[in-house]
Nanobody
Framework: VQLQASGGGLVQPGGSLRISCVAS????????IGWFRQVPGKEREGVSCINTFGGVTWYADSVKGRFTISGDNAKNTAYLQMNNLKPEDTAVYYC?????????????????WGQGTQVTVSS
């Protein structure tokens, strides 16, 4: 299983950014996929997850109303649209997949991890 994340960068507060995760070795038709984020010295935290076959999406309280996750089964790709970004959103964002979005509460149980992409929100 490979998860290739891309799209991170530097953006000003209030700005927007979209990050992507292309999956190979799994099908989004049968797997949940999403993102965690981590800053130095802190634990990795779940950000968002989508389960296209169940029509389920999950968001951390800190990003609800600002981030939107979507999945394209044909491209086997997930997207995270991040709007109204805040400095506290600055982190390395990691793509992950697992059979269920419920695993986003327990990162130690996540089946597959991709490499991270840096998102920096700063003026």
């Amino acid at each position: 299983v490979q998860l290739q994340a891309s799209g991170g960068g530097l953006v000003q507060p209030g700005g927007s950014l979209r990050i992507s995760c292309v999956a190979s070795g799994i099908s989004l038709k049968y797997s949940a996929i999403g993102w965690f984020r981590q800053v130095p010295g802190k634990e990795r935290e779940g950000v968002s997850c989508i389960n296209t076959f169940g029509g389920v999406t999950w968001y951390a309280d800190s990003v609800k109303g600002r981030f939107t996750i979507s999945g394209d089964n044909a491209k086997n790709t997930a997207y995270l649209q991040m709007n109204n970004l805040k400095p506290e959103d600055t982190a390395v964002y990691y793509c992950a997949s697992d059979p269920s979005c419920s695993s986003w509460y327990y990162p130690e149980t996540i089946a597959n991890w991709g490499q991270g992409t840096q998102v920096t929100v700063s003026s």
